[in-house]
């Protein structure tokens, strides 16, 4: 073995030991698609107070929500009340496992030393950040249960939540909300000091607009309830724009692009290698480097450089972005991802500079049906990556983590956060991931398998780079689809416009549905 290959390989293990370690820690952090779930029936909450008024807009509930829309919404905030509490569970048996095995066997019990371990300390912040989210989730169940003329379990609701929240340091304000709450619909009804603003402080959008609403009929503030009223109204018509541009385009585009995926299937059975998908099947690229070339591109230029060198640099900086604002770690997104690209791109071009020029249909970007590809490869995928993640909900229960840059993006109502992350994830990232896994690995992987298998294979890779068990199966389709345009449209442009549109429309999905909170 060369020393080359044997560094290689040495590099192969820590990048397969980083993806085994990351995909295994993910496996405790929650979806952001549970919590989206969240904001999106808050913003159907928010709308249908639009009927009270606007008896022309043919609105309803039961158009929003269904035929019971308190009840099901209710039911999703049970289901992520039941997930959260279960995961609490999972750690603080963790926790305690970290305790027991504190204890020495020269009798030393290190449990009783004041200081924790690293790990420790990562878990207590979690359960600390479990607990505030249960509190929050118990708040709004309450408001739910009174919608349905349940007050009683409503009240009983509350009371446990004081009960649970009372010792709990850091939450008093949860105890206090809940006190507030409960003193608003108690009979007779009781106004506790400072309660507008506790509303106002723990609650949002509908739930926040429930709780003023009753404070001031209880109150009789005429004045107050009239002027909130009229802000709901307001804020009711934009949930319902919200909701037609993230429900609606969505099951236009998935509509259209089931359509075509039908059409393109039948003609592919009926005329064969003269259909449109069998275009370009079965013809491969002339590959003049090995294996070793590939292999170094993307162990090297891909997982090296940026899940390790890159991280390892930033923290023998010092750079701690976790204490700026959300401009700030925009930029940081930015930045580091341009340097992942810079150095990936650099690897790929010293591994293969010695070939060129190379042969023909290599990074090819030449030809005008690159925008037809594209637009219909992003159209296809959206019904079969929802269908896929409608899947994969059930398999993990809201569990398997997310991309990190999808939380901090559902956060971002500032304009130049959000322009800062539509150059990351519709720009930079759809550029670099092309080049690399459809431009360069599926072609030079055809050297040796067929091109279905060398589509399999990059998009398996191109799932799993993206460290979330919750995101192999959907990001796998979707790598599927690109491979297919890319191998079909002989056009790297044509899988970049997929990629570009459907990171697109996954930020603006985010950025309505944070909207509704934030």
């Known amino acids: 073995m060369t020393l080359k290959r044997f560094l290689l390989l040495l590099l192969t293990l820590f990048a397969v030991g980083k993806i085994i370690l990351s995909l295994g820690s993910s496996l405790s952090q929650p979806q952001i698609q549970a919590r989206l779930e969240l904001y999106q029936v808050n913003l159907s909450l928010q709308a249908t107070t639009l009927e009270a008024v606007e008896e022309d807009s043919q609105i309803s509930s039961e158009t929003l929500l269904g035929e019971n829309p308190y009840a099901d919404a209710q039911k999703k905030y049970e289901e992520s009340l039941e997930l959260a509490k279960s995961r609490r569970r999972d750690i603080q048996t963790q926790l305690e496992g970290l305790s027991a095995d504190a204890t020495v066997g020269n009798g030393v019990n290190l449990a009783q030393v004041p200081d924790v371990s690293p790990e420790e300390q990562q878990l207590q912040g979690t359960i600390q950040e479990l607990n505030g989210f249960i509190g929050e989730l118990e708040l709004k169940i309450g408001i739910l249960e009174l919608k349905q003329n349940n007050t009683e379990t409503a009240l009983a609701t509350w009371q446990g939540l004081q009960e649970e929240f009372s010792q709990e340091t850091g939450f008093a304000n949860i105890s206090r909300a809940a006190s507030v709450l409960a003193g608003l619909w108690e009979t007779p009804p009781q106004v506790s000091e400072n309660a507008e603003t506790t509303i106002q402080d723990q609650l949002d959008g509908w739930f926040e607009y429930e709780g003023l609403h009753r404070l001031y009929e209880v109150q009789g503030d005429e004045a107050a309830l009239a002027s909130l009223e009229t802000a709901q109204q307001e804020k009711a018509q934009q949930a ?43 013809t491969t690229w002339d590959t003049p480097w090995d294996w070793e070339i590939t292999w170094q591109v993307l162990v090297v230029g891909f997982f090296f450089v940026g899940q390790i060198l890159l991280p390892l640099l930033i923290a023998a900086s010092g750079i701690n972005p976790g204490i700026w ?19 990936g791109l650099t690897v790929l071009y010293f591994s293969i500079r010695k070939y060129f020029p190379l042969p023909e249909g290599w990074f090819q970007i030449k030809g005008n049906n690159w925008l037809v590809w594209g637009i219909g490869g992003y159209l296809v995928a959206i019904p079969l990556v929802v269908i896929v993640s409608i899947i994969n909900q059930e398999i993990w229960q809201g569990q398997g983590g997310s991309n990190p840059l999808l939380f901090l993006a559902v956060q971002a109502q500032d304009k130049v956060a959000l322009l800062i992350f539509f150059i990351t994830a519709a720009i930079a990232a759809p550029i670099f991931e092309e080049i690399i ?4 690995l599926l072609p030079s992987l055809t050297k040796y398998i ?11 890779l191109f799932s799993v780079a993206h460290l979330s068990l919750s995101e192999v199966l959907p990001l796998l389709v979707l790598g599927l689809v690109l491979g297919v345009v890319y191998t079909r449209s002989r056009n790297i442009l044509a899988s970049i416009l997929v990629h570009s549109l459907w990171n697109s429309g996954t930020l603006l999905s985010l950025y309505i549905l944070g909207s509704s909170v934030n």
């Open 325 to 343: 604002d959300i401009q700030g770690k925009a930029l940081y997104v930015l930045v580091t991802y341009i340097l992942m690209t810079v150095g």
């Open 450 to 460: 067929p091109l279905w298998a060398a589509i399999g294979l990059s998009s398996l």
């Open 240 to 282: 319902l724009f919200n909701l037609a541009i993230v429900t609606g385009l969505p099951l236009i585009g998935g509509l259209i692009g089931f359509g075509l995926l039908l059409f393109l299937l039948t003609q592919w059975a009926i005329k064969g290698k003269e259909s449109i998908l069998a275009t370009n099947q079965n």
């Open 437 to 440: 896994f459809r431009g360069f």
